[in-house]
């Protein structure tokens, strides 16, 4: 059974930080292609950052270029990331994803976790 944790939502102010972290069990992690999505209230749940099997190849939506990072450590079997310069618009639930390949559409990926709250106050 493949399983997906995350950790590290909170609340934290404008122009903090944050590092969210996803587990992954279940499955050979190291093969898998993995993204973060978020989803705000009365939003659809929107891609925010992929990153390949092999950590070669990033791809960041636009509004978090530059403020958000995402890194993977295979023997870890966990996928991170980290977001500074915070703002109460990356206000959202925030999910993992694994998958076979980086895609921008939910669809694409096989594997979900629950979720984690990030909430950034103004």
């Known amino acids: 059974q493949v399983r997906l944790v995350e950790s590290g939502g909170g609340l934290v102010q404008a122009g903090g930080s944050l590092r969210l972290s996803c587990e992954v069990s279940?499955?050979?992690?190291?093969?898998?292609?993995m993204g973060w999505f978020r989803q705000a209230p009365g939003k659809e749940r929107e891609f925010v950052v992929g990153i390949s099997w092999s950590g070669g190849s990033t791809y960041y939506l636009d509004s978090v270029k530059g403020r958000f990072t995402i890194s993977r450590d295979n023997a870890k079997n966990t996928v991170y990331l980290q977001m500074s310069s915070l703002k109460p618009e990356d206000t959202a639930f925030y999910f993992c994803?694994?998958?076979?390949?980086?895609?921008?559409?939910?669809?694409?990926?096989?594997?979900w976790g629950q979720g984690t709250q990030v909430t950034v106050s103004s």
């Open positions: 279940g499955r050979t992690f190291r093969h898998s292609a």
């Open positions: 994803a694994a998958g076979s390949g980086v895609y921008y559409e939910s669809s694409g990926y096989e594997y």
